[in-house]
């Protein structure tokens, strides 16, 4: 089974709450920050490395996985669909934890 960051058993997210030294043997268990990137699906991960490496080149995607130009783009497409509802979804979250000025007033 490939690495996935997907929980097996009800397939949200799973988040990093683990960090192990190798030398000293020193371990960390909290719930670690994790960047966007890392919160997309595994297989938008790889595709966003192969762009990378790619150069930014759909067209190179495309000739390397032997699919069409418009498959690849549409890939993309998917990719960024995916991190807009991330970044948007993070947005509307900050902005419910800020307090609105009405109980800002009422707490001085």
Do not use: W
Not at 84 to 96: L, M
Request: hydrophobic fraction near 35%; charged fraction near 20%.
């Amino acid at each position: 089974m490939p690495p996935t960051n997907s929980c097996p058993y009800c397939q949200q997210t799973m988040h990093v709450c683990g960090m192990h030294c190798p030398a000293c043997d020193v371990e960390v268990r909290a719930e670690f920050p994790a960047s966007r990137l890392s919160e997309l699906p595994t297989e938008h991960q790889r595709f966003i490395e192969l762009f990378v490496l790619s150069g930014g080149s759909l067209k190179q995607i495309a000739e390397q996985a032997g699919v069409s130009y418009p498959t690849v783009r549409s890939r993309l497409d998917k990719v960024i669909r995916t991190l807009r509802e991330s970044v948007e979804a993070s947005q509307r979250q900050a902005q419910a934890e800020l307090p609105d000025a009405a109980q800002v007033l009422k707490a001085i």
